[in-house]
């Protein structure tokens, strides 16, 4: 019989600060509170709630949230005051696990998609799909980021931005390589990735940045490969495929060839496709719609186009990424979390932060904000094949261990087949929690 | 009214001598009291939640059912084979910066303890990077390994006349040779400061007798110095092994236990698992082992060199 232990007090007190000193290196908040202060104020009986986020500080998506939509919602909701407490992505999740063990959560937070199933699986995160707003907001999402909020069969999440990369093309390149536009299918992908190299000059065809699954997906998915089965239980027979090897094959090949970059192995070394890109290193790569306004911002910015992921065997499958909403399970406040929530993914909000950035996704804005954003349209359309990673708590490790074969592929140190095989088997101990 | 004394003074009440002796029992127990409670519940209590959370499927959030499961994580560890590798490079790690550390610091502290010009900024300078941070050095080492424009490129491009760009950090052995480097730069001064307290405090007069007596100088440290410096060397041995066991920064910060896995060692493996992918009663398990081998591993040093002490 298996024996069921639960000690919150001390325990949590010792995890907190094992949590908290190893990161205790970390950069700090940028939020001008306290992230510990999650209170109402009792007095003018106003209830304060604490909203977690990895906003952009550097560009205007923080800022926007702080004076645009959060006194928007304020407005429209007296007596309820949201403290943004913004933290650098990567504390951000060690935040919050050593605030949730100790008892003292914020009463929501803005998840990266891929921590959801994770969160889920410790018991950390209320089920939200039965709560009754849940369901319309659920229907008018897209498929993929809502997919991304499941686990077991439940609904812990609510969808609240999306992206997904598009082919970034160097129309000067292409232009002096005698290529009239971007290519629409893989073999046309490859075939001018090595017709825009020129080794002389450093200039790589194509740029992949890097083994792990966001970059190399979109490829192995629109060749008709994969990483799991549907139901996130096994890799066996999916990451080991056919399409996923020939695809494998092809990139560590063009590698080898050097039509692709420095980006793909990685290393200090590596320049990143948005490094790279403008600066002639890269004639084409996969990238999402951050990349526009910073390129907008160079002087003088590159002449370029963005098309869809370019179609294999089963098409053009783009990978699906951006934040989900949590709510801790046993959070304070539950009644104003539930309307900052719904706020959240309203109108006004998601258009809002659809102009700094953060692509809706809630599918009835997508016209909105194309209107107001022309160069989302190529990742709009792009969305709506584009297939979330494997929603599973063990996404991180199988991460790590595809990578990690990919990498021993490229290195030379064992075959497509035993790598990608050796893969499979070990994403079937990270799957096996699922 | 208070009672005086003839003399107009008012008594001294003299304790007795049952209270004397409770309190002479009880004041270095209250000195210890602040740092004792600290340490019972920053490390031992820790210590003991850890080998308990190792026996169960532990979830961090309060409240959350966590299974009992016995042994399991302790099998999954022993058959793991990143385990396997980390426990090799943190072995490597031992092996390699421990007796380097030693030599360098023994070495530099015998060059000190003489009259050389400029004593005081050598010493400062061999200490520096003992109180630099170690996330600081880190960066900079990986700065200087870097495969574009890091120093050891330039130096390496130098020597070869053409242009070098290796990446250090990206491959296994050139990956962890540097760790190790970063290791012994920073923990030489550690050692040296050490040593050279114990030379200073070592009598005088034996050396000179010995020379009188026509030691030469390798007689002289087998014979007199190394043994009367054995309770640094002890000391130093014994810390350094128990650091070198805890690895962790300069590989989290430059090769992240890359490039697969091939640079992990063990604490980084477990704060991986623990932090990354949410295997908490994993890495309790590792971090459990590691202990019972770490202190297993300092008693025994410390029970040989002191039944050896003629080395």
Known sequence: MALRRNRPGLTACAIGCAALALTACSSSSSSSSSPSST??????????????????????????????????????????????????????LQKFLAAAAAGDPPNIMRSDIIWVPQLAS??????????????????????GPLATTKWQGQAYALPLDTNTQALYWNKTDFKAAGLAGPPTTLAQLYADAAKLTIKSKQQFGLGVDGTDIWNVAPYIWSNGGGFTNASYTSATGVMSDSGTMAEVSTLANLLKAGDIGSDFRGGSGAVSGETGFPKGEYAMYLDGPWAVPTYTALQPPPDYGIAPVPSGAAGSISTVGGEDLVIPKNAANLAATEKFAQFLDSQFAQLAMAKVGQMSA????????????????????????AEARPVSPGYTKLDTDFSNELEMIIDGKVSVSAGLSAAAQQSNTALSGS | MIPVSRGGRRPVARPSAAAARGRRIATPYLLLLPAGAMYAVFTVYPLFR???????????????????????????????????????????????????????????????????????LWRALIFIPVVTSWVIVSYIFAYLFNAQDGLANSVASLLAGHAMHIDWLAQTWTGNAVIWLVGIWKGVGWSFVIFLAALDGMPRDLVEAGRIDGASEPVLWRKVIIPSIRPAIVFVLVLLVIGASQVFTQVYLMTQGGPYDSTQVLYTWAYQQAFTNFEFSYAAALASLIAVVVLALSVAEVQVLRRNPGG
């Open chain 1, 122 to 143: 410790q018991g950390v995160l209320l089920q939200l799909g039965n709560l009754p707003w849940y369901s319309p907001i659920a229907a008018a999402a897209l498929p």
């Open chain 1, 39 to 92: 209170s109402s104020s009792s007095a003018a009986k106003t209830v304060t709630l604490q909203f977690w986020s990895a906003y952009n500080t550097t560009d205007a998506e923080a800022s926007t949230m702080a004076n645009v939509v959060i006194p928007q919602f304020e407005r429209e909701n007296p007596g309820i005051k949201v403290d943004s407490v913004v933290y650098p992505y990567a504390d951000l």
């Open chain 2, 50 to 120: 850890q080998f308990d959370i190792s026996f169960y499927n532990w979830h961090i959030f309060p409240g959350a059912s966590n299974p009992f499961t016995g042994l399991s994580n302790y099998s999954q560890v022993l058959h793991d084979p990143v385990v396997r590798t980390a426990a090799l490079n943190t072995l490597l790690y031992t092996v390699i910066t421990v007796p380097a550390q030693m030599l360098l610091g023994l070495v530099a502290a015998a060059m000190l303890t003489d009259r050389l010009p400029g004593r005081a």
């Open chain 1, 362 to 385: 809630i599918a009835t804005f997508g016209a909105q904000e194309v209107a107001a954003t022309p160069y989302y349209s190529t990742f709009v359309q792009q969305l709506k094949t």
